[in-house]
């Protein structure tokens, strides 16, 4: 990424990766993207200007009416403590203020950000950080304010997609695109992490911060609101009705909120000193706040007014702040076809450009029941955060009545059919083992129900999708996407596969590219998952191969939610398949998400050498041996031919160093110990470069370079 940042900002970016389009609700906050944003700690109160050639901004403070340069169109403003910042119209740069004083000079604009490639959306300024979203990737990325005015970097954890973000005093917060879920971090890593906890797995449209708390509409539209009550800032005192609001804005102690009906606001908490009376009659199109004050855009005439117990204003100048009007939205060349354009729209931004109006609430419930549609009501629709539930005839009637000609596998809790649904998808079925309430039923059961629970949340393109469910009597049945190609493991080991024309994955480029994509699901599961998941039973069958033979990872019957810090581990009893579990868990009960790295690096030596987990080596014509007592003695005295797939052939001069690479990380994967081990992130990134290396071998690597982080 380009930067053009000025002499006194530090930036360095790293990007993001994750995705899913739910409803624009806009809402605006203490860390919001807006039109109008308050700079708490100086009083300041800015917005972008409506009718002018540029989208300006001009703010007011102590008795002061100044534009701030530069003198260009912005499409959003967000304000903290001590600065705010800019987005530029486009989003591909943005500025910041700093108005600490009674001088202009305090105003003078500091760029932070530019790129002509990558542009932002929804800019947010918290206490003491801004953070921005990439608009094409939904990455975020964040800078945090230090002393003597530098910004350094620090952002959520890599490879997550954001739909919206939010931040607060020393931390922000995101809707995630892939599961809806919230997601926080920062400095304050206390305040993030009991925000998100909170939260848990609710599915959200939109978020706000404040100080301390965040509040937000959920998929079916009602409020909820998470963090620290100390003043009865969550303790909204009404009944609500779904998408009752249009804008929200959170402060330290208070929570105030715009009603969709009639524009007016209502807040809550503050220990009782936010009264509406001073705002009675009011109608506003949004809404900000500071520490211990609101601000508000009326309908009437787009002019700002604030109120609360921590805002005074020259009783001479009425309500309303010395400032020209303000535009209520950003203006955007699209064709605003989802909710209408809003009144006056062109003469508002002067020509160039449309405002395009909130969706009522009509509209909200039509995009929220197409995003859910795929739930259905029912004793069983609390398992479900999107699966579709099934009767038991339904999936009978699909696979022939379960007949042994569908039968394609079997996983975790049950025989695997391939089915056709009545509008034509074709889906795997796996179906229980029926019988009577044994201890064998218990354990069907307890698979059913973490398989449920957590594809029912887990959306990756490296994961299999879950379809829905059946829950009847004794019945328990997952309906999956169909995967065409089947299990990895059949093609690696199938006794057809003999020749080197016979199957796709007879070449060494696609067989790491079928490792880098089962190794970016579990990175996804470990890094990415709120909360991490341990796998548990990470093997060559348990990767399935799509039709464009794309690899996905399967069967989550014995997944376990994992701990939230890298390194920390939980006691298990030891589960899992012979020859892929990792001895340090097998013998000590102790799992770690390394430990599903000790499966996959079982996986890596399959690929590598054709060889099952578990074999009879017919060299020494002794019993079974594993794969990995086969193939590591070998590779570490270098002498990695000898253990090669022979249905391949030697790899060429392009292949070489990325073969020798993925063995050598085999290696590491497979070590005894757990913390000698590198992390998914790590596995990720060096079979990233193995690929690369497999279509061009220039600035190669040695042997010895593997990426592998310290702990």
């Given at each position: 990424m380009t930067t053009s940042p000025s002499p006194s900002f530090t930036i360095t970016i790293n990007l993001l990766l994750i995705a899913v389009v739910f409803p624009t609700v806009f809402v605006h906050g203490l860390g919001s993207?807006?039109?109008?944003a308050v700079t708490y700690g100086s009083g300041t109160v800015c917005g972008i200007l409506a009718g002018k050639p540029n989208q300006r901004i001009e703010c007011y403070r102590r008795g002061q009416v100044i534009s701030l340069e530069p003198i260009i169109s912005y499409d959003a403003i967000s304000g903290g403590r001590d600065f705010f910042c800019g987005l530029r119209s486009g989003g591909f740069s943005f500025f910041c203020w700093s108005p600490g004083d009674d001088s202009y000079s305090s105003f003078l604009p500091k760029r932070i950000y530019f790129n002509t490639t990558i542009r932002l959306r929804d800019l947010t300024v918290g206490e003491n950080q801004v953070c921005a979203v990439e608009n094409v990737t939904g990455v975020a990325n964040c800078w945090w304010r230090e002393a003597g005015e530098k910004f350094r970097f620090l952002s959520p954890q890599k490879f997550q997609r954001f739909q919206s973000i939010t931040s607060g005093r020393g931390f922000s917060c995101g809707v995630l695109k892939n599961t809806n879920g919230v997601r926080c971090w920062g400095i304050s890593t206390t305040t993030a992490a009991e925000i998100q906890n909170q939260f848990g797995n609710v599915s959200m449209l939109s978020l706000v911060a404040g100080d301390s708390h965040v509040c937000g509409l959920?998929?079916?539209?009602?409020?909820?609101?998470?963090?620290?009550?100390?003043?009865?800032?969550?303790?909204?005192?009404?009944?609500?009705?779904?998408?009752?609001?249009?804008?929200?804005?959170l402060g330290?102690?208070?929570?105030?909120?715009?009603?969709?009906?009639?524009?007016?606001?209502?807040?809550?908490?503050?220990?009782?000193?936010?009264?509406?009376?001073?705002?009675?009659?009011?109608?506003?199109?949004?809404?900000?706040?500071?520490?211990?004050?609101?601000?508000g855009l009326t309908t009437r005439n787009l002019s700002l007014i604030c109120w609360g117990p921590g805002w005074s204003l020259n009783p001479n100048l009425g309500m309303d702040l010395p400032l020209p009007n303000i535009i209520p939205g950003p203006c955007t060349q699209t064709s605003?076809?989802?909710?209408?354009?809003?009144?006056?729209?062109?003469?508002?931004?002067?020509?160039?450009?449309?405002?395009c109006k909130q969706c009522e609430s009509s509209t909200l419930r039509r995009q929220s029941s197409r995003s859910m549609r795929r739930q259905r009501s029912g004793p069983s629709s609390k398992h479900a955060d999107r699966a579709e539930e099934f009767s038991f005839s339904e999936l009978a009637a699909a696979t022939n009545g379960f007949s042994l000609e569908n039968k394609i596998g079997s996983g975790s809790f049950g025989i695997v059919y391939r089915g056709k649904l009545p509008d034509g998808r074709e889906v795997a079925i796996k179906r229980g083992e029926t019988g009577s309430k044994t201890k064998r039923f218990q354990e069907k059961e307890s698979a059913f129900e973490s398989e449920l629970a957590f594809l029912s949340r887990l959306h990756h393109k490296h994961l299999v999708s879950l379809v829905g469910f059946c829950e009847e009597n004794d019945e328990r049945l997952l309906v999956y996407e169909y995967m065409k190609n089947g299990a990895l493991y059949d093609h690696i080991h199938s006794k057809n596969n003999t020749e080197k024309s016979s199957s796709v994955l007879n070449s060494w480029k696609m067989r790491i590219k079928v490792l880098l994509d089962a190794a970016r699901g579990i990175e996804y599961l470990h890094n990415y998952a709120v909360p991490p998941i341990i796998h548990r039973d990470i093997k060559s069958s348990n990767i399935l191969l799509d039709a464009n033979w794309v690899a996905r990872v399967s069967d989550f019957g014995l997944s376990l939610m994992g701990p939230q810090f890298?390194?920390?581990?939980?006691?298990?009893?030891?589960?899992?398949?012979?020859?892929?579990?990792?001895?340090?868990?097998?013998?000590?009960n102790v799992l770690t998400a390394k430990s599903d790295v000790y499966g996959l690096g079982v996986v890596l030596l399959e690929l590598l050498t054709g060889r099952k987990?578990?074999?009879?080596?017919?060299?020494?014509?002794?019993?079974?041996?594993?794969?990995?007592?086969?193939?590591?003695?070998?590779?570490?005295?270098?002498?990695?031919?000898?253990?090669?797939?022979?249905?391949?052939?030697?790899?060429d001069v392009n292949e070489a160093e990325a073969v020798e690479l993925v063995a050598n990380m085999a290696v590491h994967c497979v070590n005894l110990e757990g913390k000698e081990r590198p992390s998914m992130t790590d596995i990720v990134a060096n079979l990233e470069r193995a690929l690369a290396l497999c279509d061009d071998s220039h600035g190669s690597i040695s042997s010895a370079s593997i990426s592998v982080a310290s702990e």
């Open positions: 993207a807006s039109t109008i959920n998929y079916t539209g009602f409020l909820i609101c998470k963090g620290k009550n100390s003043s009865g800032q969550l303790d909204f005192p009404f009944d609500l009705q779904p998408f009752e609001f249009s804008g929200l804005a330290v102690n208070h929570s105030c909120a715009i009603r969709r009906l009639n524009g007016s606001v209502v807040c809550w908490g503050g220990d009782g000193k936010f009264s509406s009376n001073e705002i009675e009659g009011f109608s506003f199109e949004s809404i900000v706040a500071g520490s211990n004050f609101t601000c605003c076809s989802k909710c209408g354009i809003y009144p006056d729209s062109g003469n508002l931004c002067s020509g160039s450009g449309n405002i890298e390194g920390e581990y939980m006691s298990a009893k030891a589960a899992g398949t012979v020859g892929y579990m990792d001895p340090e868990y097998y013998g000590l987990a578990i074999f009879k080596d017919d060299e020494d014509g002794e019993g079974p041996t594993s794969v990995v007592d086969f193939a590591v003695p070998k590779i570490r005295d270098g002498e990695l031919g000898r253990v090669l797939d022979v249905r391949i052939g030697p790899p």
